[in-house]
């Protein structure tokens, strides 16, 4: 069984003439041997985006500020998203309401929705030569030109003879 001069010793600061044992900001439990979500990381408690309960009878459990995400608040909420919703699942969401996409020669817009063929966004009205679509392949996630008809080619700038 562990006494109070065990715990203390171990991690914690004994203080006050009841001697009760202190964790440091940012450790908890018994010994006070855990850190809260970041602390190990230099990012100090919750990655510095939320209180952590920490002390002595702490549970290491992060309350994060507004936008952040439970339980460590490492990611932000983009957009009212989270988990592989975020940014189109092309991107990482940075800050609140601020995606950075893996791909930016890929992929675009605020949410990293918008693909790009060859260096056009599908909003373009010259993307894909005039003659196609700038759109996601189902298959690999990719852009891609889908071309009108009477076009081919990968940018859809091949024309097709007819007859």
């Known amino acids: 069984m562990l006494t109070l001069q065990d715990t203390c010793d171990a991690c914690g600061v004994c203080a006050g003439n009841n001697r009760t044992c202190q964790c440091p900001p940012g450790y908890f439990g018994m010994p006070c041997d855990n850190a809260c979500p970041g ?35 490492l990611y932000a909420y983009c957009y009212g998203k989270s988990g592989a919703q975020v940014c189109s699942s092309r991107g990482k969401c940075t800050q609140p309401d601020v995606c950075t996409c893996d791909n930016p020669t890929l992929f675009t817009g605020r949410e990293c929705q918008i693909p790009i063929c060859f260096g056009l966004p599908e909003t ?40």
């Open 39 to 73: 602390v190990n990381e230099g990012y100090g408690v919750c990655y510095g985006r939320g209180t952590c309960s920490d002390g002595f009878t702490g549970t290491g459990t992060c309350t994060c500020q507004t936008s952040w995400q439970e339980p460590d608040c």
């Open 124 to 163: 373009d009205p010259l993307a894909c030569g005039r003659n196609g679509r700038c759109s996601v392949d189902p298959n690999t996630g990719s852009p891609i030109c889908v071309c009108t008809t009477g076009y081919t080619g990968a940018d859809c700038t091949i024309s097709i003879c007819e007859g």
